[in-house]
């Protein structure tokens, strides 16, 4: 038998974000219900949003339900609060691999 696999990184498509982190889907309510379901199986997973500067706005209508994002990947970058990003990906020998990438505010 097969376990489940739990991501550690979701990318999550979006029409609009906000620097708070908050974003503006497609109007099913797919990832809004997803998350919190994956964030339960790993505490560590991270929704990374994906999308333009263009598409950042200053204020979106929220709901209690949305789910806000741990990242932002634009043209420009990867954009988050704090000091890094930090992925641990396992190569095909098992051996870890820690990759740093800079970080901007959203």
Same mark, same amino acid.
């Given at each position: 038998?097969?376990? #489940?696999?739990?991501? %550690?990184?979701?990318?999550? #498509?979006?029409?609009?974000?906000?620097?708070?982190?908050?974003?503006?889907?497609?109007?099913?309510?797919?990832?809004?219900?997803?998350?919190?379901?994956?964030?339960?199986? %790993?505490?560590?997973?991270?929704?990374?949003?994906?999308?333009?500067?263009?598409?950042?706005?200053?204020?979106? #209508?929220?709901?209690?339900?949305?789910? #806000?994002?741990?990242?932002?990947?634009?043209?420009?970058?990867?954009?988050?609060?704090?000091?890094?990003?930090?992925?641990?990906?396992?190569?095909?020998?098992?051996?870890?691999?820690?990759?740093?990438?800079?970080?901007?505010?959203?």
């Amino acid at each position: 038998d097969l376990e #489940p696999a739990v991501p %550690n990184v979701v990318l999550v #498509p979006l029409l609009a974000w906000t620097r708070a982190g908050h974003r503006l889907g497609y109007g099913g309510g797919y990832y809004d219900a997803t998350l919190p379901a994956l964030r339960a199986d %790993n505490s560590a997973l991270r929704a990374v949003g994906v999308g333009y500067e263009g598409q950042r706005v200053d204020t979106l #209508p929220l709901e209690d339900h949305d789910e #806000p994002l741990d990242f932002m990947l634009t043209e420009r970058g990867l954009k988050a609060g704090g000091s890094y990003l930090t992925f641990l990906i396992a190569d095909s020998t098992q051996s870890l691999f820690e990759w740093r990438f800079g970080r901007t505010r959203l």
